[in-house]
């Protein structure tokens, strides 16, 4: 078992409404301004700033901004979702077949063409993600959700093909004939610290055959569990993918 550690710390002064808070609030800040901003130029850049963001939560704004009565905005959101490459980007890309403006369809197809090619990568791993466990009694349900959509968002961009959930494991072994790649199962778990931080320990199996290779643990303190789980959800996916040697 490998473990770090780092110190996060973190100011924030923004005030989210409780009806409507997203896990992250410089993503919710942004998808305000895009979804209420008056000028067409502020919301254009925070649907840029959006795409640029690396985070799971910014699709539904984007995905939402393509239907922006301004040209510049349906376009910076349509540029956005290329950048930002959450592949269920896609639906909403293709969901807007009937743009008119010239610019933004142009946008529509680069960033389809992007999203496709991610989709289409050949896989290097195959991987069945668990869901998530809080064992420290600190985690609200949205943000495990949250954290378990960067943790797969980290494995599709490493490479890996994910496995359905409950898949059986004749089908599981299919899979792994057909794309001649090995199979690992991850379950992660979070823990609390005595420092009053949060630990992430994830226990990685050969998957289907269920051969205990190991785990794997990070840890962090000095901010919320939420922005202490966003910095730990895509490094302990890089931990176990260097610890166990996936060919990547």
Request: contains cysteine; aromatic residues 2%.
């Amino acid at each position: 078992m490998r473990c770090s550690s780092f110190l996060l710390l973190v100011s924030m002064c923004v005030v989210v409404s409780p009806a409507a808070a997203q896990v992250d609030v410089r993503i919710a800040a942004l998808s305000r301004q895009l979804g209420q901003g008056e000028d067409p130029q502020a919301r254009s850049k925070a649907a840029s700033t959006l795409g640029a963001s690396d985070d799971p939560e910014a699709l539904p704004p984007l995905c939402e901004a393509l239907k922006d009565p301004s040209e510049a905005v349906r376009a910076a959101s349509a540029r956005a979702l290329g950048v930002l490459q959450e592949l269920a980007g896609l639906e909403c890309l293709k969901g807007r077949k009937g743009e008119t403006d010239a610019a933004t369809k142009t946008a529509i197809q680069a960033s389809l063409k992007t999203l496709q090619g991610l989709k289409d990568q050949t896989p290097k791993v195959y991987v069945s993600l668990l869901e998530l466990k809080d064992k420290s009694g600190q985690v609200k349900a949205e943000v495990l959700r949250v954290t378990e959509a960067r943790m797969r968002r980290k494995l599709t961009k490493l490479g890996a093909a994910l496995a359905p959930a409950r898949e059986s494991k004749a089908a599981a072994q299919g899979v792994l004939r057909k794309l001649g790649v090995r199979g690992y199962r991850l379950q992660g778990e979070i823990h609390e610290t005595e420092s009053g931080g949060l630990r992430v320990t994830m226990v990685c199996i050969g998957y289907p055959d269920q051969a205990l290779l190991g785990d794997v643990e990070l840890q962090a303190s000095g901010a919320k569990p939420e922005e202490l789980l966003k910095a730990l959800a895509p490094r302990i996916i890089d931990e176990a993918a260097d610890t166990f040697e996936w060919e990547l």
